[in-house]
């Protein structure tokens, strides 16, 4: 991993001053780890929307904190990477954690993650019936991740990006192997549901964002590992997603694609708005060969069979991994 670039002196002392106030300490800490509104954050400092937004601008404004609009919602986050987060990070440690005002802070966030989760977890009860409807089609959950992880390969990942992150599921099984995630949603709701999962696992470095995945914010080639999980077949274009998805890739990087193969569901489309039945082999081999990559290897995860096994009366999963050819020199292990 590289080092943080360093900071002037007169640069320190900028970010130094918009930290150096005690409403905007405990909004750092607040935010280390966690997305929160403006309408969160008057919940849990008890103070005026014109003041917070105010000093949320002046910790944004220096590079100390992230805002990330959501239609009408604005979440704000500590930045989690660069200079100024990691002299924030140095700044906050030297807080005493058993701070009266720090503990507080903390229980009231609790309280606003609970409500979040009880949010979710109504929004999911609704749609319960049909997400195990789905789930029973299908190859075990359980032997896909499995399989997700073996060909990923044990080495830390600096930097993963989940492309239709859904229920946050992914970016909590890779946890243990990135430094930092993000996860990439266009459903309000599912992002609500991501981040309480999340919250609920003790995943603190990851975080979750509205966005389409064919306009991705914020620069390219920064991700050692690019995942699409079961959403290429939602989509009307999946070989531009795929290019989109390796144009995230750093040099050295991987994409990680699961989709099932080719079926003749039929109440796919009728009832869960499939747009494509499947995806054969070649068909995504070929896609991620022409965005550039070196194309590794396929594998085939068959319902109640195990890898390999067919099975036509239920959904086979398949799993790409493609390689972005480029060496990584800089930070390379």
Request: glycine share 10%; hydrophobic share 50%.
């Amino acid at each position: 991993m590289l080092a943080p670039r360093k900071l002037s002196l007169d640069q320190a002392v900028e970010l130094l001053r918009a930290a150096g106030e005690p409403t905007r300490l405990r909004l750092l800490n607040l935010l280390v780890g966690a997305d929160l509104t403006v309408s969160d954050l008057i919940d849990i400092l008890g103070q005026s929307q014109p003041r917070l937004s105010r000093h949320l601008r002046l910790l944004v404004e220096a590079g100390l904190a992230e805002r990330h609009q959501e239609g009408a919602w604005a979440y704000f986050r500590a930045a989690d990477a660069g200079a100024a987060a990691a002299l924030a990070g140095q700044l906050l440690a030297t807080v005493e954690e058993g701070d009266a005002q720090i503990v507080a802070d903390r229980q009231r966030l609790a309280a606003v993650r609970e409500r979040r989760a009880r949010l979710a977890a109504d929004y999911f009860a609704a749609n319960a019936a049909e997400w195990d409807a789905l789930r029973s089609l299908h190859a075990d959950d359980s032997k896909v991740e499995a399989a997700m992880l073996k060909l990923a390969g044990g080495r830390r990942i600096e930097a993963m990006l989940d492309l239709g992150v859904g229920t946050g599921r992914i970016l909590e099984l890779f946890a243990p192997m990135y430094q930092r995630g993000v996860g990439i949603d266009t459903s309000r709701e599912m992002l609500a549901i991501a981040r309480a999962n999340l919250e609920r696992g003790g995943v603190r470095h990851a975080q979750v964002r509205q966005g389409d995945l064919f306009r991705l914010p914020g620069p390219a080639h920064q991700y050692d590992l690019v995942t699409l999980h079961q959403v290429l077949h939602f989509l009307d274009d999946p070989a531009g997603a795929i290019r989109a998805a390796a144009n995230q890739l750093a040099p050295g990087g991987r994409l990680l694609v699961a989709d099932f193969a080719p079926h003749a569901m039929e109440e796919l489309r009728q009832r869960h708005r499939h747009l494509r039945p499947g995806f054969a082999r070649e068909q995504v081999k070929e896609w991620m060969v022409a965005a550039g990559l070196d194309f590794v290897e396929a594998v085939d995860i068959a319902p109640g069979g195990g890898i390999g096994s067919g099975n036509g009366a239920r959904l086979t999963v398949t799993l790409w991994l493609g390689a972005d050819p480029r060496l990584q020199i800089a930070g390379a292990a």
